[in-house]
């Protein structure tokens, strides 16, 4: 066989069908529940200006080396980069519109990071979540939480951990900053390598190290808990108040710091047990109170989180759940004439709003009939010669132990909805 000349982009893949369908059904349910919880379709660019991204932190690998970048054909050219995730893109569409606070919207997406790939870590990957905008009304914090909690519910899924803790506020950030990093500094001799480089970056990521290595000096870091201000443990005492009111299970991490450095306050990830590579995060998120700002916004408080449905899919795979949805293929028509009432009954009956499949080129009704069956086609529409002359068509349920009848073309729809209402015939 021939070798294709092209294969899609190391870290990409094409969704076949039935996989994609399933995607989309996991966006739908998350859609569903994201619309009946108040919160409003964003639809924003896949890129936008590098910038925007660089508020995401000097010190972030995401920024440093994970962004997809490029300049367009300006002049001068403009530097953008493919969005690496979302939240500040929603922030900066909220500095551009400065839309009525509470700002809650949802959204779905591609997203690009260059990374290197591995299980449940790809180049691009997709994404679904939620923001709030204009409120620290730690409800706000819960409500975001619990629609995720809720979320992989609905899936079905068993086996997903909600850690969360907070990271305290521009109070509380700079003492425990400076204790950490001392107590780094003072066991940097048992720190993996790539720790020392993010010692000298920014000592909170290295709590977020996965290496075995570090794993002694991070049981033993100090903790956030300790250096938080009045209003900091005030607000995260609301917030686990709120989810315990839920009787959502939740288990507080004291050195849960998360990947991008924005984060104040509420922090929170969600870990999906079945799946056993290190990428077992389906989601996380949190406050950044600042961010609007620093993307030239008025001061606004801000939630929300991403959830990666690539590897939500996965951990459904591990754990047996959201097998998808049924194929939404109910009728097939099948014409062994000349094909021309295929073309309008196939219409006729879509328009009802029936789904509906046909085959091409003039096969056999034996080769027809076997498409029929692949389609998973509840009803086979059947036109032959003789139909075609008297103006009807064989109706027949695929199901087992279903029958068949004539009907008059005109009396088509009423007869397959009948039957695909009712019972077997
Ligand atoms: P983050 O935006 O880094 O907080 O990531 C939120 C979620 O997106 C993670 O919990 C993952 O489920 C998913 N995610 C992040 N990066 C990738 C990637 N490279 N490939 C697949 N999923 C990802």
Known sequence: MAQ????APAGTRDILPPASARRRGLVRVFADLAD??????????????LGVFQRLGANNDVV??????????????????????????????????????????WYSGPQFRYERPQAGRYRQFEQVG????????????????????????????????????SLGDSESRPAYNA?????????????????????????????????????????????????????????????????????AVYEVSPRLVRGLDYYTRTTFEFVADA????QNAVGGGGRYDGLVEELGGPPTPGIGFALGVDRILLACDAEDAFSGTAPPVEVFVVDVADGRSAVVLCDRLRQAG?????????????????RADRSGATVAVIVGPDEQA?????????????????????????????????GVQ
């Open 390 to 422: 008297a103006g009807t068509a064989t109706v027949r349920d695929m199901r087992p132990g279903g029958g068949q009848r004539q009907v008059a073309a005109d009396d088509l729809v009423a007869a397959v909805t009948e039957l695909l209402t009712g």
């Open 4 to 7: 294709p000349l092209f294969r």
């Open 275 to 278: 799946l056993d590579t290190a």
């Open 130 to 165: 939620v923001e709030t905008l204009g409120t620290d009304d730690p409800h706000a914090d819960v409500e975001v939480v619990g629609l995720g909690v809720r979320f992989y519910e609905a899936l079905g899924m068993r086996q997903v951990r909600l850690l969360i803790n």
């Open 64 to 105: 440093t080396k994970e962004l997809f970048e490029f300049f367009d054909k300006g002049d001068p050219p403009r530097h953008l980069a493919l969005r690496p995730e979302l939240t500040a893109g929603v922030c900066r569409a909220f500095a551009e519109h400065r839309p009525t606070p509470p700002w809650k919207i």
């Open 36 to 49: 009946r919880s108040g919160f409003s379709l964003l639809e924003s660019p896949i890129f936008e200006e």
């Open 179 to 247: 204790a950490l990093a001392a107590y780094l500094q003072d066991r940097r001799g048992e720190l993996s390598e790539q720790s020392l480089v993010t010692l000298e970056r920014n000592p909170l990521r290295v709590l977020d190290s996965k290496r075995e290595q570090d794993q002694p000096v991070i049981a033993e870091a100090p903790v956030m808990a300790d250096f938080l201000s009045g209003a900091s443990a005030e607000h995260f005492a609301a917030v686990r108040a709120g989810l315990d009111s839920l009787d």
């Open 354 to 370: 029936l789904g509906v499949d046909r085959a091409f080129d003039g096969r056999s009704m034996k080769a027809q009939m076997k």
